[in-house]
Structure formats: structure tokens, C-alpha cells
């Protein structure tokens, strides 16, 4: 495999316009400052924003329809490699990126020995990152930020939905699935009023769109078998088994102190009170310790809070609810005929009972935890302002 060294990484700039006629040359000459090449592509505006900035050296393409930010994106990158770039850094025509941080984009890039993606953070961590965080253990400041460095080759590589309310945050978990690195850094923000930009798509669309995203991609990294890599690393099978050749204790701490913020202490503790209600017979740990893998959490933390769902309490807690959720009243008959006989029947209401109750007392654990953690790290940076 040859590896392209960032430094040497030929990259073109475009710029996303869609009525954008009176911020867009000022965005194209400050983008054509930092001295790369540029794209202008009007994704199907009424106001011939083009015209704008006619005597630019610059090549412009016009989409007579609007097909919205995933398609420029894609569109962008097929037309950069037939040109031979390697990159793309793609910002929005509406002035609400700097073309000033480009070369900040770029220098990031080229600290990495392999090609990668660079997001311009914005922001602090949202809700999204929540969700970026457990679908490919990544800690991304700002998720839906469009001010981005793409590799070319790895992007028209992977196949992505191409949904508008969808691709930033596709982008980052399936490109780093791929073994692409994800790298962020902080930019100067302008944020032009809300006349100067116009939403793309409504937010209940957005949202649901979200949904869908996230539960398959949650999904699809829940499944045992591995994404397909576009840059090799080792197996994890094999890292593992070095470091435990090498050092066991340390690895054994690793483990332990992996993933330990309060809120992902609290993320872990529910995944364990909710698996350990489940009737996992003679699983428990062994599901537990898979989920928290694949979902980058504390697999220490996971495991002790699945014990204390062991039986009998929790269990027949979980058949009661079943119970009564079947037959409209409580168990109250604990006879050899009920309880051992009729195992069947008490199966299929402890399963069903745990998907009630083993969220809530997930929920619970979970804020018993945040709180415990929260309090220790609260004090440990007391103590080292003093």
C-alpha cells in the first residue's frame, strides 16, 4: 500500500453556494488567499450567484436544480480525483467559516502519517457527540461542523446514505471504521443572521433522519463481524496479545481506568443493570463484556453493576411485571406447579418484565454513579488547584 504523506497532499478548495450572491465573494477571494486551488459549485440558486464572482480564477459548476450539502460533498470529491487532488476542504459560500483557517486544517493534517479527516470545531459537544462517541469511540468536539478536510480516494471509498440531515456525522464513524484518523481543531467562527442563511431541511426531517443514523449505526457496530479497512492497522487480537505478553498488570489497569468520565461510567453502569436483567442465562458477563467493547465503555464498571441483578429480586421483579403486563395482576401463586414447572411461561414474562425494569433501575444506577463520579472527580480538581 502507498501511503501519501499529508504534506505532499494536493488539496482543492470548495465552497457550497446556494443564494449566497452577496457574502460569496468575499468567502472565494479569502479562500483563494491561502493559495490553493478553488471550486465554487451553486447548488441550484435563484439569484445566479456565479455572476458574483465571474472574474475569479476559479472553476465554477452550476447544478440547475438544488440537491442539497451530501451531494455537493460527493459530487466535489469524484471531480477532485479525476483532477488528481488528494483533499478537499470544504466550506459553506454564506460567510460563516473562515478561509483563514484552512491552512490550520492542513497543518493537522500533514502531523498525521496516513490520510485523514480534519474537523473544524466549532462548538462544544453535543448530543450527536454522544452518539459518535459510542459508535466509534471517538471524542468530536463538534459532529455537524461542514468546515472539513476530506481525503478523497477514502471518502469516494466507503459508501454513505447521502443524506443531507446525515452525512457529517456518517462521514466521521464510517471513514473511521475504515481506519481513517479523525482529528479536530478550534476555529474563528463568524455566524452570519439568520436572513443570510436558510435552512436545507426542516428539523423534524433532520431529526428522524438522526434516528434512523444512529440506530443503524449502533446496530451495525453491535455485529461481530469487522468493517473493511482502507488502511490497515494490527488486529486487536494481536495488540492484545502483545501487551499482555509484555506487561499483564498494566493491561489489567488499562482496562479497569479505560473510559472512566462520569458520564461514560454512568453509560456503562446502565448497559450492566439493563443486561444483567435480561435472562441471559449463563451469559451475562460474556454479552456484557462484548457490548461494552464494541460500545467503547468500562467493562469493569459494566460488569459489577450487572450484579446486582442477580437473583432472586431482580429476576422476580422482572417475571412479576411480565406477569402482570400478560394477565393484568401479580404472580402471587408461588407454588413448585407456577414457578418451576411452568418455566416456560416464566421465561417469556422475565423477558418481558426486564425491558421495563431493567431500563429504570439502569436509569437509577446510572445516576447514582454519575453523581459518586462527578463528586471524586469534583474533589480530586480541588485538590489540585490547592
Known sequence: MIIIRASDVKI?????????GSTLPAVANAALATGYDLLVIDDGSDDDCLLAIAGLPCRTIRFEEHRGKAAVLFY??????????????????DGRHNPADIPLLAAKAKKHPTPCLVIGSRQAASVASFWVRLECGLEVPDTESSFRLYPVKELLAVKFSRSDSCYAIETIVQLAWAGVQVSSVPLTVSCPSADERRGLFPATRKNLGLLRLHTRLVTRRLLPWPHKKLIEEAPFHQKISESVSRNPLKVLGKICKEHTSPLWLAMAVWVGIFMGALPLFAIHTIAIIYVTHRLHLN????????????????????IQMGYYLRKGELLLDFSWQRWLLEIHERF????IGSLLIGPLLGLIGAGVMYWMAAGIQNR?????DR
Open 12 to 20: 482543492l478548495i470548495v465552497i457550497h453556494a446556494c443564494n449566497q
Open 76 to 93: 466535489s470529491a469524484g471531480q477532485a480525483a479525476e483532477s488528481g487532488y488528494d483533499a478537499i476542504v470544504t466550506i459553506d459560500g
Open 299 to 318: 467493562k469493569v464498571a459494566a460488569v459489577a453493576a450487572s450484579q446486582f441483578c442477580m437473583p432472586p429480586v431482580v429476576p422476580v421483579l422482572c
Open 348 to 351: 417469556w414474562e422475565w423477558l
Open 380 to 384: 480530586k480538581e480541588n485538590n489540585g
